[in-house]
């Protein structure tokens, strides 16, 4: 019966195409119904740095990346010196042969430290200090080589076209590249066609000259070089199959679930969802009723949170979007919409810190951050996604959260999210329910009191412009009405009713929203967020070969749900902390509010995101009784 699990990776320059060539290679193989996961890694400047996209391709579900490579496809030198160590020993690079002669010292962009351990490589191999060194040293573990000329087959297209331009378009080599893979991968031309046509869709002109150009790259490869060992075939395409960005999950969801302000100020990942949001501002929602959010760039973070809460004033479901640095400007005003109990989202797309860190890669560093932000004491609800589905359906819930009890919700994403592209079911709107909580339509009383004291702690909401419902908001302690008030009594009162929904918020939100048990067994994985997929993937590697762990994913991270975890692990014996930070941020709550202390740490802080190896790799040594009480995972260039 057919299988396939293959991973494809392609290289270049940033700003050089490796993005849209990887779409096309995902988009070809979702069309043949095939399931993809990948993602893209990339420096933070605007062109010249490497990138890189990995693709991993199967015919069942997959979440997660792998170590290593299948086929690697390099139209530029530092690919080829980064990435040949990584393809497995029965792979194959596709590469452009007039990069052979390249030295190591003519490639600009490599980093002192890895060009020592490239060198120190290729020494030992006994190898010359050139792209033709690591080629070999490839081919000598038994890698398949591929050299194509890309600028013979633009100078051959061109000939064949009439058009000289073609021969200096070298910002075709990306498209050349995949079509070239996909030739010896023997996925049909016409998925190909349909996926350039895609991806340049709102360009016919440059839609038909790629296509030509894939075409003839296709056609090329077919002919040229004999069956390769691994190939793609199409198989039935389940049905309500789409495939999406990690950052268009939460915007799609802010759309569906009734959002219509967001503000923010562009950084690093956070701001793709904003801009995804402002190019769909005006839609169709129920009925052909038109809609539209209103997204609006700041001139920083503190404006971005401060226009959030002046919107929500209005009764407007409103949001902001950002990543590290950005959240800590906003802490502030958290507090200011904490004191006054209004009701916002911050969506937290975490990336490595601190400072400006490692703006454009991985990390779970903020978890702490975003229960503790702010001055003061002040409720407000953590909430974490594993996945862009989650990611969907969990944006409708926090705005629900906010409303409900009246506090600000911060829902943690991540950069490994973010940047995924994957093959998921289409989502469906129907699931999502829009509760407004105590928020009043219409007020009869003359002495509307907007912090009026209620057993819940919950008080009914006026907006902004609502006949009688006039209200004071102030950053200063205030009475009912909102007025300032020192008063030692009414600072008790205040303190304790904007306390006592946090118990409500454990009492009112349901188990499986609190935390999703995936099966409880002696060793068991606590974790959060986007180290879901890679974990559920590496829990069924182990069981094919007889080995049981549980797995419990922890979602709402503030208030903890202390004696719902507690009920879980009850006769579990080891616990395994999974989560990309160095200092274990989970754990450290795992500790504070369990009777059980974390046994084992798997912690990851490169900025690269964990593969189901890395974890499936760990585990073992762990139940095996081989490990480390802390391991730290290193895998990705």
Not at 264 to 273: G, H, L, Q, R, W
Not at 512 to 530: H, L, R
Request: aromatic share 10%; proline share 4%.
């Amino acid at each position: 019966m057919y299988s396939i699990d293959l991973t494809w990776v392609i290289g270049g320059p940033q700003g050089g195409g490796v993005e849209t060539a990887a779409n096309i290679f995902a988009g070809a193989c979702a069309a043949s119904g095939l399931k993809i996961f990948g993602k893209r890694e990339y420096y933070s400047n605007i062109k010249g740095e490497h990138s890189y996209f990995g693709v991993r391709v199967s015919d069942k579900t997959i979440r997660s990346n792998v170590n290593g490579v299948t086929m690697l496809a390099a139209f530029d030198a530092e690919t080829i010196f980064r990435h040949a160590d990584d393809v497995f020993n029965d792979g194959a690079i596709v590469y452009e042969s007039d990069l052979a002669p390249m030295k190591i010292e003519e490639v600009p962009t490599l980093d002192r430290e890895f060009k020592e351990r490239l060198v120190q490589y290729l020494t030992s191999k006994n190898r010359p200090l050139t792209i033709q060194g690591a080629l070999d040293a490839a081919k000598e573990r038994g890698v398949q080589l591929y050299p194509v000329s890309f600028k013979t087959i633009l100078s051959n297209l061109a000939d064949e076209t009439q058009n000289p331009k073609l021969r200096g378009m070298f910002r075709m080599l990306n498209v050349l590249a995949v079509s070239v893979s996909l030739g010896i991968l023997s996925l049909p031309s016409n998925t190909l066609l349909k996926s350039v046509e895609s991806i340049f869709s709102k360009k016919s002109q440059i839609a038909e000259m790629n296509k030509h150009a894939a075409n003839y790259a296709y056609n090329f490869a077919t002919a040229k070089y004999s069956k390769y060992k691994y190939q793609l075939s199409p198989i039935q395409k389940e049905p309500d199959t789409i495939m999406l960005q990690g950052f268009q999950s939460t915007g799609l969801g802010k759309i569906v679930s009734g959002c219509r302000f967001q503000s923010y100020y562009p950084i690093t990942p956070a701001s793709d969802e904003s801009v995804f949001l402002e190019s769909n501002e005006t839609f169709n929602v129920e009925n052909n009723r038109p809609g539209s959010t209103m997204i609006v760039q700041t001139e920083d973070e503190i404006s971005a949170i401060g226009m959030t809460i002046g919107a929500a004033l209005t009764g407007t479901r409103s949001a902001t979007c950002t990543s590290g640095p950005g959240f800590s400007l906003m802490s502030e005003a958290l507090g200011w919409a904490g004191i006054n109990e209004v009701p916002i989202v911050v969506t937290l797309y975490q990336r490595s810190g601190p400072s400006t860190g490692l703006p454009t890669r991985h990390g779970q560093d903020d978890l702490q951050s975003a229960i503790h932000a702010g001055h003061g004491d002040f409720p407000r609800i953590v909430y974490a996604s594993g996945d862009m589905e989650e990611g969907f359906y969990d944006t409708a819930k926090c705005f629900n959260f906010a409303e409900t009890f009246q506090m600000p919700v911060i829902h943690m994403m991540d950069k490994f999210i973010a940047s995924t592209v994957a093959t998921i079911k289409r989502f469906d709107p129907k699931k999502i329910t829009i509760e407004r909580g105590k928020l009043l339509e219409k007020i009869e009383s003359e002495d509307y009191k907007r912090f009026a004291h209620s057993p819940d702690g919950l008080s009914a909401r006026s907006r902004l412009g609502l006949e009688k419902g006039i209200f004071w908001n102030t950053g200063d302690e205030s009475d009912e009405y909102g007025h300032i008030s020192e008063d030692p009594e009414n600072r008790i009162f205040k303190m304790d009713k904007r306390a006592i929904k946090l118990e409500l918020v454990l009492k009112t939100i349901s188990k499986e929203d609190q935390a999703t048990n995936y099966g409880v067994s002696e060793f068991c994985i606590i974790s959060w967020g986007s180290t879901k997929g890679p974990i559920l993937d590496a829990i069924e590697m182990l069981k094919k070969e007889g080995l049981a762990i549980g797995f419990i994913q922890i979602k709402l991270l503030q208030p903890f749900p202390t004696d719902y975890i507690k009920s879980l692990i009850k006769g579990t014996k080891t616990i395994i902390d999974i989560e990309a930070n160095h200092t274990a941020q989970l754990g450290s709550l795992l500790n504070e509010h369990l009777d059980h202390k974390v046994d084992y740490y798997i912690v990851k802080y490169t900025g690269r995101s964990m593969t189901c190896t890395e974890i499936y790799n760990s585990l073992k040594n762990i139940l095996q009784n081989k490990a480390e009480k802390r391991q730290v995972l290193t895998y990705g260039v």
